[in-house]
C-alpha cells in the first residue's frame, strides 16, 4: 500500500480519547536536564576530566545502541531516543572520577549490549543497564573502580590526591565526615553522587515533572533512615547515624535516578512501597554487615530482580467486579 | 557413518545446542591448558565408554543399565584421573574435583543411554569421537577466550603487552557465563544465517 493512501484509514479507538501530552523522548529528554545540576557538581568538584569521562560514556552507549540495532536490522532511530544518553550519564555518575576512559567506554558498552539490548531493548530489560555496566566494571576492574579521588585534586599535591569515601572512612576506620561536606559533595566518592544537593534539585524536578513518582525515594531513604537509626540507638560507637547513611555514598543518586527507572520499578504504588523498603533494608545489610563499604548499587540490582513477582502481588482489581 | 561422526561438531553440539555438561566448562574453561587437558580426559572416557558400551550392549539388562553404565565410566574416569595425578600433578591440582566429576558428566551418560546402547560399536565409536570434539572445541575456544582476557595470556605465552588491564571477571563464573551465553548467541545466530532450517 502507498504511504499516501495510509494516511487517509480512518482511526476507530474505543473511548475516553484522552491522549497525554508526553512520549519517550519528552521523558528522557526531562531526565536528562534533570541530570544537568549533578553532572555539573561532578565536573567542578572533580574537574574537566571527569566531563570527559561522561562523554566517552554517552558515546559509547548511544553508538552501541546504534550498531546493534543496525546489525539487527532494527529501526536505528531508537538509538538517539535518550534513554540511551540517560544510560551513559548515569554510568558515568557512578563511576570513579579518574576511572580510565576505556573501561568506561567498555562499561557503556556492556550496560548497552548485555543490560538493555539482550532482553530486547527499551521497555524488557530487567535490571537497571547503567548499574550492570558498573557491576561489571566493579567486577572486572577492582582495583581501578575503587580507587577514588579527592575534590579539587589538581590543587594538592600528588601523593595526596588518593581519598577513600565518607562510607570507607567510616566502615574500616570509624572516621567521620562533617555533614555539610557530604551534603555539598566536596568528598571523595563516585562522580556524580557526591553532591546531595545537586541530586535533590534534579530529583524534585523530576518529581514536580511528574516523571518520576516521589513514593519510590521516599521509603527507599526514610527505610534507611529509620534501620541506620535503629541501629545507632543501639550502640552510637560502632554504627554510623541515620542522617550520615542518606547523605553519604549513592544513596541520593540511586534514589532518585536509578531505583526510580521506569521500566524497572513496579508499575503499582503499593508495589513500589514494597519495593522502596526492600532495596532499602538490602542497603542497610550490605553497608554494615556486607563486604563492600556501599550497598546501593546491588541493593537496586537485587530489587530489580524481585519486580515482576512485587507486580505480580499487587495486581489491580479491575474496575467493576 | 561419517553422518554420525559430523552432527556433534556443530547440529547436535554437546555442550552449544545441548547444553549439557555445563559444570565443567565453566568451571575449568579459565585457562587454555585446563581446557585442553579436560577435553582429553572427557574424550578419553567417552570413546572408552562407548566402546565397551557398545560392545556388551547386548547382554546388559535394561532394568539395571544405569548402574552398568557408570561403573564402566568410573573405571575410565578413575584411569585417566590415576594418569593425570602422575603425571601432570600441576594440572590435576588445578582440575580438582573436575576429573573425578566426569563419571557424573551428563555428555556421556546421555551417549551410553541415547547412542552407544542401541547401535553396533563403530558408530558408538565414530559419534564418541564427535561429540567428544565438539566438547573439546567448545572448551577450549572458552578457555583461550578467558585467558586472553583475565591474563593477558594464551596457553601461558604472554599475547597482550603490559599495557593490558586484566579482566578479573574473566576468570569469575560470571566472565565464564556471559562469554558461553555470547558462543552459544553467535552460533545460533551463524547457523539461522548459513544453516537453512535447524529448528
Known amino acids: 500500500m502507498p504511504k499516501k493512501e495510509k494516511k487517509k ?11 497525554a501530552p508526553s512520549d519517550i523522548r519528552k521523558i528522557m529528554w526531562n531526565t536528562v536536564l534533570a541530570l544537568l545540576p549533578p553532572i555539573i557538581a ?26 546493534f540495532l543496525k546489525a539487527r536490522k ?31 567506554a567498555l562499561g557503556a558498552i556492556f550496560a548497552i549490549v548485555f543490560g538493555k539490548q539482550m532482553f530486547g531493548g527499551l521497555g524488557q530489560n530487567i535490571f537497571n543497564p547503567a548499574l550492570l555496566g558498573r557491576a561489571f566494571l566493579m567486577a572486572a576492574f577492582p582495583v581501578a573502580m575503587t580507587t577514588w579521588v579527592k575534590p579539587f585534586y589538581w590543587n594538592l599535591p600528588a601523593d595526596a590526591i588518593t581519598a577513600a569515601t565518607p562510607l570507607a572512612l567510616a566502615k574500616f576506620s570509624h572516621q567521620t565526615t562533617p555533614y555539610l561536606k557530604l551534603f555539598l559533595g566536596n568528598v571523595g ?121 512485587i507486580d505480580r502481588l499487587f495486581i489491580p482489581k479491575r474496575f467493576g467486579t | 557413518m561419517k553422518k554420525v561422526f559430523i552432527r556433534g561438531l556443530l547440529k547436535e553440539n554437546p555442550v552449544l545446542v545441548a547444553l549439557l555438561g555445563l559444570c565443567s566448562v565453566l568451571a575449568v ?26 560392545s556388551i550392549r547386548k547382554i546388559i539388562p535394561n532394568q539395571v543399565r544405569i548402574p552398568c553404565f557408570i561403573v564402566v565410566i568410573a573405571t575410565f574416569v578413575t584411569i585417566a584421573d590415576l594418569f593425570l595425578k602422575a603425571y601432570f600433578p600441576e594440572i590435576s591440582k588445578n582440575l580438582g574435583p573436575f576429573v573425578p566429576l566426569i563419571v557424573v558428566n551428563c555428555i ?92
Request: proline share 5%; charged share 10%.
Open chain 1, 9 to 19: 484509514l480512518l482511526i476507530v479507538t474505543p473511548a475516553p480519547h484522552i491522549k
Open chain 1, 74 to 104: 532494527m529501526d536505528t532511530s531508537a538509538a538517539f531516543d535518550g534513554s540511551a544518553v540517560i544510560t551513559g550519564i548515569l554510568l558515568a555518575l557512578v563511576l570513579p572520577p579518574k576511572l580510565p576512559l576505556w573501561m568506561g
Open chain 1, 189 to 309: 566518592g563516585s562522580l556524580g553522587e557526591t553532591s546531595a544537593l545537586a541530586i535533590l534539585l534534579g530529583g524534585l524536578y523530576l518529581i514536580i515533572r511528574k516523571i518520576i513518582d516521589w513514593t519510590l525515594p521516599f521509603t527507599y531513604i526514610a527505610t534507611v533512615f529509620v534501620l541506620g537509626g535503629v541501629l545507632w540507638l543501639i550502640n552510637p560507637n560502632k554504627y554510623p547515624d541515620p542522617l550520615f547513611h542518606i547523605l553519604a555514598g549513592g544513596l541520593m543518586l540511586g534514589a532518585f535516578f536509578m531505583l526510580t527507572d521506569l521500566v524497572t520499578s513496579p508499575i503499582t504504588r503499593k508495589g513500589r512501597i514494597v519495593f522502596g523498603i526492600l532495596a532499602g533494608v538490602l542497603v542497610i545489610i550490605i553497608r554494615i554487615w556486607g563486604g563492600y563499604p556501599e550497598g546501593v548499587m546491588f541493593s537496586i540490582l537485587i530489587a530489580n530482580a524481585f519486580r515482576p513477582w
Open chain 1, 42 to 67: 561532578g565536573v567542578y568538584f572533580f574537574g574537566l576530566y571527569s566531563l570527559a569521562l561522561i562523554i566517552v560514556c554517552v558515546l559509547f552507549s548511544v553508538g552501541s545502541e546504534w550498531v
Open chain 2, 29 to 54: 574453561s579459565n585457562t587454555a591448558i585446563n581446557s585442553l587437558f579436560m577435553s582429553g580426559a572427557v574424550m578419553f572416557v567417552l570413546v572408552f565408554s562407548s566402546l565397551i558400551i557398545s
Open chain 2, 108 to 199: 556421556i551418560l546421555a551417549r551410553q543411554e541415547a547412542f552407544a546402547s542401541k547401535n553396533p560399536v563403530h558408530y558408538a565409536v565414530a559419534d564418541a569421537f564427535g561429540m567428544a570434539i565438539g566438547y573439546a572445541w567448545v572448551i577450549i575456544t572458552l578457555g583461550i577466550i578467558r585467558e586472553l582476557l583475565g591474563f593477558g595470556t594464551i596457553f601461558g605465552h604472554k599475547v597482550l603487552g603490559s599495557w593490558f588491564e586484566p579482566w578479573v571477571v574473566m576468570l569469575l563464573p560470571p566472565g565464564a557465563f556471559i562469554t558461553l551465553g555470547v558462543i552459544v548467541g553467535i552460533m545460533r545466530w551463524l547457523q539461522a544465517k548459513f544453516g537453512g532450517s535447524t529448528s
